[in-house]
């Protein structure tokens, strides 16, 4: 079957580097989608890796291993407005998108 | 409006009784998605459409029908709503199919069905 696995709930201090872990398994893969939801509101998208290795933008960095099924997403540098559920989402070979349950970070001051 | 708008945006509903959720873009993408996020589950896919007259089904597509007439509009019916179809859904769009396409996500139709 498919599935995605991250952790439910992390939580960092403002300021700090945070990394948020993603396993997937997927019939065929075309690529890893990171997307932040703040409570209430639509997922907005951060980041697509279709490749190995690290893509960095700003503050945050997605990694990839599809060797090992494996991604994280790094922020960096928290700020208070980072606190939010980051949903990892793997596309499959019907170019749908099969996605985690998202974790929870919590930031503190 | 500018990207994607969904009517309405929240709504408790009797069981057995027929609703339809609206949503609407503006950016001219070709495919449009309906998902349901439910707490402690991953956004499931309902049904999909690639472009204008063609729909798909999703993971979970049973109890709900799409339609595509145009290509900014992409209402999802629930034909006799039930309890389990309490969720909030999201409606969202891309350019097309290509995977590096992003999906853009509209704000949601809180809706509960008792």
């Known amino acids: 079957g498919q599935n995605i696995d991250q952790p439910t709930e992390m939580t960092a201090t403002e300021g700090a580097i945070v990394q948020i872990n993603c396993t997937y398994q997927t019939s065929g893969f075309n690529g890893l989608f990171w997307y932040q939801q703040h409570a209430g509101e639509a997922p907005t998208f951060l980041s697509y890796n279709v490749l190995d290795g690290l893509e960095e933008k700003g503050r945050f960095s997605s990694f990839l291993s599809r060797s090992k099924g494996y991604s994280y997403l790094l922020l960096k540098e928290l700020q208070m407005k980072d606190s939010a559920s980051y949903l990892c989402?793997?596309?499959?070979?019907?170019?749908?998108?099969?996605w985690g349950a998202g974790t929870k970070l919590i930031i503190k001051p | 409006i500018a990207g994607i708008t969904q009517a309405p945006t929240s709504q408790i509903l009797a069981a057995g009784r027929r609703m339809t959720l609206r949503c609407t873009q503006d950016?001219?993408?070709?495919?449009m998605y309906w998902y349901r996020q439910d707490l402690g589950l991953g956004l499931r896919l309902i049904h999909y459409?690639?472009?204008?007259?063609?729909?798909g089904k999703g993971e979970v597509p049973d109890g709900y029908s799409v339609s595509r007439a145009n290509t900014d509009d992409f209402p999802l019916t629930l034909a006799s709503a039930v309890p389990s179809q309490t969720s909030v859904y999201f409606c969202a769009s891309s350019t097309g199919l290509a995977p590096s396409d992003t999906q853009y996500f509209g704000p949601g139709t809180r809706l509960t069905v008792l």
């Open positions: 989402a793997a596309m499959d070979s019907n170019y749908q998108l099969i």
């Open positions: 459409s690639n472009t204008a007259g063609t729909t």
């Open positions: 950016m001219r993408h070709n495919a």
